[in-house]
């Protein structure tokens, strides 16, 4: 893989809050003639009492995220959003909630508003579209409580591989295949026994990664050892209700979820036996697994990538040895994947009240071509475009110092990284195909909606959004070989990229909206939280994948050897101190191989917005004393007794603000990002600048070595 992203997406692809009432996040966000901007040389000095009370406002705001009974040199993250988890506003989330994630729900007041921009549509010539959005949102909104056991449901199920709790004796087991079945799920985007993801770069082919098992709360061998465990408790109580819908007997529905649970344990071991690691299940010998050519077939009409019949795309002994135990509990293995295609179609409300999310979510993420050409139509100006622009220049200037000292480097590796840094693109908003837009929105007006059936609607949504993810991969053959991942045509998402490939960042238009940014902020706040977003997707560009391409994207070792045996050694520094974290809740210690380029990208993207924030204010230092009339700007937040320093650091602590139930750590665990707990806590314990910020001693928790994790 050779991308990156800030979150959690897919693997290297270094790519998902509502904190305010909407008419503040909104109506400010357009208020541009009265913001002060990082790329206007002629400072805005007049604060006007609309800007002033938002100020008060969004900084009673971040106050109430902290817990200031905590000293921030023992716990930062506990100092910065120690309270968050409780003044959160309640939406819908089937995973953990976190405070930069939660943008997501700003935008999704926007769709909310988009899909009334009729005249807007007619404009851009997607006014049929946007009636398919509309009327699929109308039927979401007056839909009852999921009904699993409708016939739409049930007909697709037993098409697939059939259902046998339900189907009893009708069900055959000689024709069912749990292999065919879990490739008929990927075609609905549920998560059967295949996991699949799709390739950041031409061809666009997909690649897979272990399943992940269960419903509410994947299983392990180690969460699910009783019936009393959360793990066994979540997954029990969601099948029963299914089962239950289709008015099965007690002696039935138990029997039916034992079974599952006993192929879950069985399957389970299997990972055991190679600790979850797909570099350690590689290593190990057994025969191909012959199957995949079918998945294709069912999958991907039939596509041939070269490697498409390849078995190496996945450990062939997890495979193997899965198909012995699938053979053993075969009407459990068809149980369950007829389950996990309810739970993809299930709005899984927490509460009634929070449908209108469900349904604005649903159409903004299936139908994420259509609503990103409105937003970024209404929602993205060229002031803020400027802005982000002039801040993406002093970061590239303070990284360019960082590398120029880098003592270890020598004369020739340093030589090289400065011309990778000069050759980076960015890109402010999105990326733009128009051809492949229009494409893909067109397939939004063929989408086929039942009048009198919302299940069938929903299944027919939801392969809609299965197909548009595999667009570029099924069309290979048409497009161009140096086509970009879809992903970087949506400016309406909460992300920023660094893409390997082409040597490019990307800042989506997205992600501008609190906690990240807004024009209104003091620069401390912004270059503290956006600044450090975008310097965390510059670092990715010499972290230890970054490092493998060189400035023209091509995969060249540029190093010379003395240079990156201490750019190794450097790197291991991360892996040892975040291996060190242990999540008590869940009694694992964080990945610190896994996850030590994000942590290089976090701290880079630290100590690169620092320095390019003092940089800008010792140039507006200078343009003050030349001109007398300008007078400083307020460099702190209304409400909050912290220097502009210390505002920095809280802006970036409070991005990652989050709250977690036990089940969404071990959801993340295997991930590539680091438990946004210890994110925070692992930068600014390696950070020098920190503990002179915040006065922390030497021994401190958030200070606790004189020597902290460096690469650059």
């Excluded at 109506?27 to 790329?39: E, N, T, Y």
Aim: a negative charge.
């Amino acid at each position: 893989m050779n991308q990156g992203n800030m979150f959690s997406i897919s693997n290297r692809f270094r790519l998902p809050l509502f904190t305010a009432p909407i008419c503040i996040l909104i109506c400010v966000f357009l208020l541009d003639s009265q913001a002060r901007s990082i790329g206007d040389e002629s400072q805005e000095n007049t604060i006007t009492d609309e800007t002033a009370e938002y100020l008060r406002s969004y900084g009673a705001l971040m106050k109430s995220y902290m817990n200031l009974s905590v000293d921030p040199c023992d716990d930062f993250y506990e100092f910065a959003c120690g309270n968050w988890k409780n003044v959160k506003p309640p939406r819908q989330a089937s995973h953990k909630r976190s405070n930069l994630l939660d943008i997501v729900y700003t935008l999704t007041d926007v769709t909310e508003q988009l899909l009334t921009r009729t005249q807007l549509a007619e404009a851009l010539n997607v006014s049929s579209e946007l009636l398919v959005a509309q009327r699929f949102y109308n039927s979401c909104r007056t839909a009852a409580d999921f009904p699993a056991a409708d016939p739409a449901y049930l007909s697709l199920i037993r098409s697939i591989g059939g259902f046998p709790a339900v189907d009893g004796q009708a069900w055959n087991a000689s024709r069912f295949s749990w292999f065919n079945m879990s490739a008929h799920l990927t075609n609905y985007g549920a998560n059967g026994l295949i996991l699949e993801e799709i390739m950041p770069q031409y061809p666009f082919e997909p690649y897979f990664k272990l399943p992940e098992l269960g419903f509410d709360y994947f299983v392990h061998t180690d969460n699910m050892v009783n019936s009393s465990s959360r793990a066994y408790t979540l997954n029990e109580k969601r099948m029963r209700g299914y089962l239950n819908a289709f008015n099965l007997t007690e002696d039935k529905i138990s029997s039916v979820i034992d079974g599952v649970f006993d192929f879950w344990r069985e399957a389970a071991a299997v990972e055991d036996k190679f600790g979850g690691e797909s570099d350690q299940c590689v290593a190990l010998e057994a025969p191909a697994f012959g199957q995949w050519r079918s998945y294709y077939e069912i999958a991907w009409n039939g596509l041939n990538f070269d490697n498409g019949t390849d078995p190496s795309q996945f450990c062939d002994f997890y495979y193997t040895e899965l198909e012995k135990v699938c053979a053993k509990h075969q009407e459990a293995v068809a149980n369950y994947l007829a389950m996990a295609l309810l739970y993809r179609m299930d709005s899984k409300l927490k509460e009634k009240k929070l449908q209108k999310d469900h349904c604005l979510l649903t159409v903004q993420f299936t139908l994420a071509h259509l609503f990103n050409k409105l937003y970024m139509a209404e929602h993205f100006s060229e002031e803020t475009h400027s802005e982000i622009s002039a801040m993406v220049k002093e970061l590239r200037k303070s990284l360019r110092q960082v590398l120029e000292n880098a003592e270890w480097l020598d004369t020739e590796t340093r030589r090289e990284a400065l011309q990778k840094e000069a050759s980076i693109t960015p890109v402010i908003g999105s990326y733009r195909n128009e051809e492949i837009t229009s494409l893909l929105i067109d397939e939004i007006g063929k989408l086929s909606l039942a009048d009198d059936s919302y299940a069938q609607s929903m299944i027919n949504m939801r392969r809609l959004g299965a197909a548009i993810r595999r667009h570029n991969g099924r069309n290979f053959e048409k497009i161009s070989n140096d086509s970009k991942p879809l992903e970087l045509l949506l400016g309406m998402q909460v992300n920023a990229f660094y893409y390997n490939l082409d040597n490019s960042i990307y800042v989506m238009a997205g992600i501008l909206h609190p906690p990240a940014y807004h024009r209104l902020w003091p620069d401390s706040l912004k270059f503290g939280t956006l600044g450090y977003l975008v310097g965390h997707e510059l670092t990715h560009g010499f972290d230890t994948v970054g490092s493998l391409f060189d400035g023209s994207g091509q995969k060249r070792n540029w190093w010379s050897t003395k240079s990156e045996a201490v750019f190794q050694d450097r790197a291991m520094c991360y892996v040892d101190h975040y291996s060190n974290y242990l999540i008590p809740e869940i009694n694992r210690k964080i990945n610190g191989a896994e996850t030590k380029d994000e942590n290089i990208a976090d701290a880079g993207g630290l100590r690169e917005a620092l320095a390019a924030y003092r940089s800008h204010m010792k140039q507006l230092q200078r343009r003050m004393e030349d001109n007398e009339t300008l007078a400083p700007q307020n460099e702190q937040m209304p409400g909050l007794d912290l220097s502009p320093e210390q505002l920095f650091f809280l802006g970036f602590a409070q991005l990652w603000c989050a709250d977690y139930e036990e089940e969404h750590y071990w959801e993340e665990l295997t991930k590539e990002h680091t438990i946004d707990k210890y994110r925070v806590l692992g930068a600014v314990s390696n950070s020098e600048d920190f503990a002179e910020v915040y006065k922390c001693a030497l021994g401190k928790p958030m200070h606790p070595k004189a020597e902290s994790c460096r690469v650059f």
